[in-house]
């Protein structure tokens, strides 16, 4: 039975019967205690009134249309001849309502999808944070010949991910296994109820899924290893789940045996991170396909955040702005210029850079929000670079509704802001 989502979690049916029941009962009520005004028309208080806004207010316009047409039948029935304006009255606030509960309903809505998506970056920003702590705390080790930040190759490995993905598995279970010390792993990806084996260090085997240690990291969706457990069966030594920021399982490691000095929680909790950092980056790939294959020149995070953003000004129509800043004055690194500008953002905005274009986006901001942004990135460009008006340009653009046409948008004026630049080199020499 489809549900009626508004406020009430009861089916349409349910809800049908259940307005009846209150007409009925106040039917009846009226009928008892007043015979010849049963619905309290006569009445200093507009009783039915109060019935019809409590109702429209709470369920909506289909709820209150149902009552108001149940108001009318006891018209009909009980009132000669039929008291056409008190009707019509009641029908009018009864629209009224409805109005105001749609507007309000709207606006939870749109609030509830901000706190959604805020909640998303906060989960992913945690997620980089602790990669970046565990890489320069922890995790400053040898790569193949040369050192390097376990940060740095996930990025490697993210690139490798965008041109084939089955390598770059191989590639993630190799550094996890050289940087642990881990001599026998699989690595299987979750995807459409099955589990498939992507990587391993020894035979390739299928999970055992009436495995105690498998169960309970499925259960709780955290590391389970075999000491969790009093008798100590055969069993796998470990198993690491990985999900996105959707909380949506992803990929398994499966550890049958490493160094036993590495063998700690600390490791385990670094493992954890390093592959939710992955899975939520492969979960990010997926869902903005189509617009990162084409626009291979684009960051992939920036890609990833368009889609969503445009999806959110589809369906809601809540506004996200890109602030595009070209520095115009020489002499001055675009590098250095971008670190300043970064001081300035919230957590959620991201940036990036293409020659001397600095790009800003700002997800759910409106324009008037912006504006005391873009005065005091102007402000301190002075100060600091002594950049005026002339030196540094700024132009907002808007997220539209389907991201290839924003993207499209950007990429053209980016082209026109270059043979702009071109034009005056050729015409000053």
């Known amino acids: 039975m489809k549900k009626f989502h508004i406020f009430s979690e009861i089916s349409i049916l349910g809800l049908i019967f259940e307005l009846f029941l209150i007409a009925f009962v106040f039917f009846s009520i009226g009928y008892i205690s007043n015979r010849t005004d ?17 109702i429209t207010l709470f369920y909506g316009l289909f709820a209150g249309l149902i009552v108001i047409l149940t108001v009318g039948m006891g018209f009909y029935y009980f009132y000669k001849p039929f008291p056409y304006n008190y009707f019509i009255n009641n029908l009018v606030f009864m629209l009224i309502f409805s109005e ?114 498998f169960k309970n990291a499925i259960e709780t969706m955290s590391p389970s290893y075999l000491s969790k457990f009093e008798d100590l069966k055969m069993d796998y030594l470990c198993i690491i789940p990985s999900s996105d920021s959707d909380e949506n399982l992803r990929l398994i490691l499966i550890i049958e045996d490493m160094h036993f000095l590495q063998f700690n929680k600390d490791t385990i909790f670094s493992i954890w991170i390093v592959l939710n950092y992955f899975a939520d980056f492969t979960s990010h790939v997926s869902s903005a396909s189509d617009i990162i294959r084409k626009y291979t020149q684009c960051p ?5 955040e368009i889609k969503r953003l445009a999806s959110i000004r589809r369906k809601l129509e809540i506004k996200s702005l890109m602030l595009m800043i070209k520095v115009e004055k020489a002499g001055v690194a675009t590098e250095d210029i971008l670190l300043l500008v970064s ?22 901001v409106s324009y008037s929000s912006l504006q005391p942004v873009i005065e005091k990135i102007e402000n301190q460009l002075l100060e600091r670079f002594s950049i005026g008006e002339h030196g540094i340009s700024f132009k907002v653009l808007e997220i539209l509704n389907d991201p290839q046409k924003t993207a499209d948008y950007i990429l053209s004026i980016v082209e026109k802001e270059n043979e702009h630049s071109q034009h005056i080199q050729v015409n000053s020499n």
């Open 100 to 213: 105001f509960h749609f507007f309000w309903n709207r606006a939870l809505k749109k609030l509830q999808k901000q706190n959604e998506y805020a909640e998303l970056r906060f989960k992913e920003l945690t997620r980089n944070f602790y990669s970046l702590k565990l890489s320069h705390d922890q995790l400053e080790k040898s790569y193949i010949t040369k050192p390097n930040s376990l940060r740095n190759i996930l990025q490697e490995i993210k690139s490798i991910y965008l041109n084939n993905p089955s390598a770059s598995y191989e590639e993630l279970l190799t550094v996890i296994a050289k940087t642990y010390v881990i001599k026998k792993a699989s690595l299987f990806k979750y995807e459409n109820g099955k589990y498939e084996n992507v990587a391993s260090l020894g035979d390739k085997k299928h999970i055992d899924e009436n495995s105690r240690v």
């Open 300 to 304: 992939v995070d920036v890609l990833v």
């Open 38 to 54: 049963p619905l309290l028309i006569k009445s200093g208080i507009n009783i039915v009134l109060i019935l019809v806004s409590v």
């Open 343 to 364: 001081k300035n953002l919230r957590s959620m905005d991201m940036t990036c850079y293409k020659n001397n274009i600095i790009f800003v986006l700002f997800p759910l």
